[in-house]
């Protein structure tokens, strides 16, 4: 029982994890990032390579795979996102196109396999299973991640600019603020924590050029989903369908686990159209 | 406050086209240092325009705009606001998915940090009595209790100029009494530029007045003056009568 609580608590900070960066740029900027599933996939290889390379696992993965994607998400607003705001259909295509660029040009870099890192931490064990410690790993990095971007959307100047600027971007500039400059730093920090939890992930994926896949539709449910309160909304539909996943993943198999959580979803959308956040207090983020 | 020579902000030659539509034309303004200047013009007059050129929400198809004597022409929007120029626009400008304290912190941040934020937002929460409101989030207010947030911000970022586009519309006979106190209160350490129909209240706050017409400056005379101008009864209602 133990151990399957962990497995749910799993299987909810991972889709947290995968849906937070995509929250950010999508929920917050309204920019439809197909590209998501790649910039978790450049955090993968990120860590993958500076490991491989000699640095620090740690280092790698909460350091230089964050850093790495950030600078990758500035360069992709600077020079696409940024001349497509407002125009969804456009900016969805245009990061499709990033997606496939980015999928080839690391397929020709370390070619179509599956690279590993050996999951660090060990092994617990309760009631004589045992069970990869690294769990704990991805349910803490997720509360703390969840806890900082909260204390920074809710508590900070420069949260309170973000939230204002993807609420009337016409109205900041009045205010003495660059809104272009805000699109860009609220993206990069999308682009990092996506780089983040594709790094943290890593150890129990698997690496492989065509890894976004995998999770760019989970991630999108998943935002849809929660709504316009995108912390908020974004983290209780994590607990939602990962706990729909998991269950029925342990009473049947993990493709059973899927087809629960894309039929939890479809019903969601039918009873709340705006999703889990009309359901919360309209004061939350 | 005491007006002195240096404008606070001139323009020369201002023009803004929209297509092969004039919206201004040549226009040159003075405000003084501490002036409060009301404009007055008929509907698609050029007032809003001129206030979005003056902010550079609208890029001025000619001419030039100084600010305390400094050419700011090729400044953006919020290097602007920056200098300590606020705007309240016609339809309340605000951000909806925050709270009152929320968008006053936000214009407060403008242009100072910290506990200085904090006392700026207290004091103006105080002095437009907005203390039952305070933890609203904006799309969940009135007309008129949006319209006083909205000033609300403007006062809580201490800015050096501050237009005001038709601040009394849509306000009771009691909130314009209260708007006209406290655009006195706030002109005596701040130069204003108010866009404003009603003339009993332009005659209430401002000495002098700058009528457009038709995108041009037609006149820039005294209240008193201007009530009195036939010609500018005919440009309002289209006839030679005096302005009510």
């Not at chain 1, 197909?34 to 955090?43: I, S, V």
């Not at chain 1, 729909?244 to 009473?251: L, R, S």
């Not at chain 2, 400008?93 to 403008?110: I, P, Q, R, S």
């Amino acid at each position: 029982m133990a151990i399957a609580l962990v497995q749910i608590l799993n299987t909810i900070a991972s889709l947290a994890l995968i849906s937070v960066g995509l929250a950010i740029i999508f929920g917050m900027m309204k920019v439809m990032n197909f590209a998501h599933g790649e910039l978790l996939m450049l955090g993968a290889y990120s860590v993958q390579t500076a490991y491989s390379n000699g640095v620090n696992l740690w280092i790698a993965m909460f350091v230089i795979a964050p850093i790495f994607v950030g600078i990758v998400g500035i360069l992709i607003e600077l020079l696409v996102i940024r001349h497509l705001y407002g125009r969804m259909m456009d900016t969805l295509l245009a990061t499709w196109g990033i997606s496939l660029f980015i999928t080839g040009l690391i397929t020709m870099i370390f070619g179509n396999v599956t690279q590993g890192i050996s999951t660090p931490l060990g092994f617990y064990e309760i009631g004589g299973i045992r069970d990869s410690a690294y769990k704990f790993l991805i349910i803490g990095v997720t509360v703390v991640l969840f806890a900082g971007i909260w204390i920074v959307l809710k508590k900070t100047r420069m949260g309170l600019i973000a939230r204002a600027t993807m609420n009337n971007p016409g109205q900041v500039s009045v205010l003495g603020v660059n809104p272009r400059v805000v699109y860009t730093v609220t993206f990069a920090a999308g682009a990092a924590i996506s780089g983040l939890a594709g790094a943290v992930l890593a150890p129990v994926t698997g690496v492989v050029p065509t890894m976004g896949a995998a999770y760019i539709g989970k991630a999108f449910i998943t935002v849809i989903c929660g709504g316009d309160a995108i912390f908020a909304g974004t983290a209780i539909a994590s607990v939602l369908f990962g706990s729909i996943n998991q269950v029925t993943t342990i009473v049947s198999t993990a493709e059973f686990g899927e087809v629960a959580l894309l039929i939890g979803a479809l019903l969601m959308l039918r009873v709340l159209p705006k999703g889990i956040s009309s359901l919360v207090s309209n004061r939350a983020v | 406050m005491s007006e002195t020579a240096t404008p606070i902000i001139s323009t020369r030659n201002i023009g803004k086209h929209f297509g092969g539509v004039k919206a201004l034309e040549g226009i040159d303004f003075d405000l003084a240092e501490g002036e409060l200047r009301c404009l007055i013009g008929p509907n698609g007059a050029g007032k809003s325009t001129f206030f979005r050129c003056l902010t550079k929400q609208y890029k001025p198809s000619t001419g030039e705009i100084f600010f305390r004597g400094r050419n700011v022409s090729r400044l953006k929007t919020h290097e602007i606001a920056r200098l300590g120029i606020g705007i309240k626009t016609q339809v309340p400008n605000v951000f909806d998915g925050l709270t009152v304290y929320e968008n006053l912190h936000l214009a407060a941040n403008a242009r100072m940090y910290g506990a200085a934020a904090d006392e700026a937002c207290d004091a103006a929460i105080e002095r437009m009595a907005l203390q039952r409101i305070v933890d609203e989030r904006l799309d969940r207010l009135s007309h008129g209790q949006r319209q006083w947030v909205e000033l609300a911000m403007i006062i809580t970022s201490r800015p050096v100029l501050i237009l005001l586009d038709e601040p009394t519309a849509g306000m009771t006979g009691e909130e314009v009494a209260k708007t006209a106190e406290l655009i006195h209160e706030i002109n005596r350490d701040t130069s204003l530029i108010v866009v404003e129909h009603d003339m009993n209240f332009v005659r209430a706050i401002a000495r002098k007045v700058t009528v457009f017409h038709q995108g041009r400056i037609f006149a820039e005379e005294s209240a008193e003056e201007i009530m009195h101008d036939p010609k500018i009864g005919e440009i309002y209602l289209g006839k030679r009568k005096k302005v009510q």
